[in-house]
């Protein structure tokens, strides 16, 4: 059974800074593509930054030179430090990986981000 449990959200200031942590049951996070997503209210999910087995990154243009995405692959953990937060990143941010065509999600957390 695969769990991811993200946890770091909370309430910050425009130009602050957040780290959220998604913490997965079994060794998952070393074998497998992680990603990050989020959700504004009236808005689709986006992908944000992904991160694969081989430590590759990937970001969505508008978090570049402010997200990093990383991994712990002995605490099976994936985090994403976000820096200079803006009002337009408030949204709930989900864990995701894809295991055999399937895809798994966490709880998710929110993030919100006053001006």
């Known amino acids: 059974q695969v769990q991811l449990v993200e946890s770091g959200g909370g309430l910050v200031q425009a130009g602050g800074s957040l780290l959220l942590s998604c913490a997965a049951s079994g060794r998952i996070v070393s074998r497998n593509v992680m990603n990050w997503y989020r959700q504004a209210p009236g808005k689709q999910r986006e992908v944000v930054a992904s991160i694969t087995s081989l430590g590759n990154t990937n970001y969505v243009d508008s978090v570049k030179g402010r997200f990093t995405i990383s991994r712990d692959n002995a605490k099976n953990t994936v985090y994403l430090q976000m820096n200079s937060l803006k009002p337009e990143d408030t949204a709930v941010y989900y864990c995701?990986?894809?295991?055999?065509?399937?895809?798994?999600w966490g709880q998710g957390t929110q993030v919100t981000v006053s001006s």
């Open positions: 995701n990986t894809r295991i055999e065509r399937y895809d798994y």
